[in-house]
């Protein structure tokens, strides 16, 4: 029972009685496990472009920025970096005073190699008097990891990665938002020299990024001839998911109110819906390269965007041809042929359906956001895999699914998924404007059914949490997909640490 109380609390949050009762029986009935028709791969789903082939979209797509296009990358940005450090913090936490596993080991026998030495080394001698070699030699190893993680020093620990020190060069070390505004600059800036980038940012961070873009931007502005428009967004109150107890009645904090939490990297779906753009790149924050191996990065993404823009001018000749009203069944035929190879979304009912039936379908079908998506052969790194997916609709299409989607008693779908050739390095470029160039709503284009449910504790309490389809899953379901194979060179994320130190990051 919802009191007066609770009620105010969620029209604060933006969040409707109706919503909040759905995600309280979303916990009942719990989320149904995807029907998969196989895992993609070179055979049957993932496009692996020959030498000529890659030669055209990449013109493809520099032809594309000589036109009036408006492109954007979308750098989902607000994430903690505290799970970055897990291992730094349970060695302050913990009774050892010295490195005392293989992990703690390596990043102190190579802390020298790490971008933020110096500004660390600096405030340990400011405050401490003492260098970090001074404090290494008298064993007080903590006071160097207390003064990278806390505010007395560095403060990494509460920072987002956005705005941690990633990789050294002559002039300083550089954070992966300047990484990204590079990037920008050498595959997403238009003819009018324009680069459009835009960071999703949690609201207490939002001010540092800021302060470091009227910082850094001009200087990189200068040096790449662009003009940079940078935006950012916060994920969000309305998206946040209720929290529940074990009997599915809504978790209440100590003084009474009902617990929300943050909805997952799905609820991006609504930010990446309010910006305007005719195509949309989307890359994680964390897989940056120093500039000396960025030409892969560009190459590749260049590539995939050729390929969008190249298939999204053949659906839209072909809905003009069906608006058009002036087609014959061969007409239908190729349209079919184009969704069967070039968007692999197949429909075991198509041969029943009468040629005026057959053109409400295609037309439904080709009249969607388009992406494509990156993926990379599968080297035992953590990331969704690319199956084809049986849809609510009968047909089946090209999905990224994470392991939670899968049912892992169906011994042939969990022999799918460890089996997969590749899998899903957060890597996409986006159309979500129509042949008319009207902006597509994308919150109508998710399976609310692709959720998921994950058990948590506040306080020492059990409780249920509810993840929305995430924005590369289920938040982007009923779009159609092309998978491209990448480079493995451009997949280099940084999730603990000491991945700072591999060969790519120095």
């Known amino acids: 029972m919802l009191t007066q109380e609770d009620k105010d609390f969620l029209a604060q949050k933006g969040i409707s009685e109706a919503k909040l009762n759905a995600q309280l029986n979303d916990f009942k009935t719990g989320f149904p496990f995807l029907k998969l028709a196989g895992a993609a791969s070179p055979e049957k789903g993932i496009t692996v472009p020959t030498e000529s082939e890659k030669a055209t979209y990449l013109a493809a797509w520099d032809a594309y920025l000589q036109g009036d296009g408006r492109v954007l990358k979308f750098v989902p940005a607000s994430g903690a970096a505290s799970r970055m450090f897990k291992d730094l913090f349970e060695f302050l936490d913990g009774d050892s005073d010295v490195p005392n596993n293989a992990f703690m080991e390596k990043f102190f026998q190579n802390i020298h190699k790490f971008a933020f030495y110096k500004e660390l080394d600096a405030a340990l001698i400011d405050r401490e008097g003492k260098s970090i070699d001074t404090l290494m030699g008298e064993g007080k190893y903590k006071t160097v990891i207390d003064y990278l993680l806390n505010t007395k020093g560095l403060g990494y620990g509460k920072l987002p990665k956005g705005l941690l020190s990633f990789h050294n060069y002559p002039t300083g070390p550089r954070t992966p938002l300047e990484e990204h505004l590079v990037e920008g600059a050498l595959y997403a800036g238009g003819k009018t020299g324009e680069v459009n980038v835009h960071f999703t940012v949690s609201p207490e961070h939002k001010e540092l990024f800021q ?54 990297h799905g609820a991006l779906i609504e930010n990446l819906n309010d910006l305007d753009a005719d195509i949309i790149y989307i890359k994680n924050i964390d897989n940056v390269v120093p500039d000396r191996l960025k030409a892969e990065t560009v190459e590749y993404k260049k590539l995939i965007a050729g390929v969008l823009v190249t298939k999204q001018k053949k659906a839209f000749e072909y809905l003009r041809v069906l608006d058009s009203g002036k087609y014959n069944h061969t007409d239908l035929e190729e349209m079919i042929h184009f969704l069967h190879d070039d968007l692999c979304l197949r429909n075991p009912e198509l041969k029943m359906l009468e040629d005026a039936e057959l053109a409400i379908y295609l037309r439904k079908k080709l009249n969607r956001p388009m992406r494509v998506c990156g993926m990379v052969k599968n080297v035992g790194e953590p990331g969704g895999g690319p199956f084809l997916a049986y849809n609510p609709d009968g047909t089946i299409s090209l999905q990224i699914l994470e392991s939670s989607q899968i049912d892992k008693n169906n011994a042939e779908y969990v022999k799918m998924f460890q089996g997969g050739t590749h899998f899903n390095p957060v890597d996409l470029v986006c159309a979500v404007k129509d042949y008319q160039g009207n902006k597509f709503d994308l919150t109508k284009y998710v399976d609310p059914q692709t959720g998921f ?26 779009w159609n997909t092309i998978f491209v194979e990448v480079s493995l060179g451009t997949f280099n994320p940084v999730k603990t640490v000491n991945d700072l130190l591999r060969e790519q990051h120095q």
């Open 211 to 264: 302060v470091l873009i009227a910082k850094k931007s001009a200087e990189y502005a200068e040096a790449y001839k662009v003009k940079y428009n940078v935006s950012f967004s916060e994920q969000k109150a309305s998206t946040d998911t209720v929290a529940a107890n074990p009997d599915n009645t809504p978790f209440r904090t100590e003084d009474g109110k009902i617990l929300f939490r943050p909805g997952g």
């Open 453 to 478: 449910i994950s058990s948590k504790s506040k306080n020492g309490k059990e409780l249920k949490a509810l993840e929305l389809p995430g924005l590369w899953n289920g938040a982007m379901s009923d």
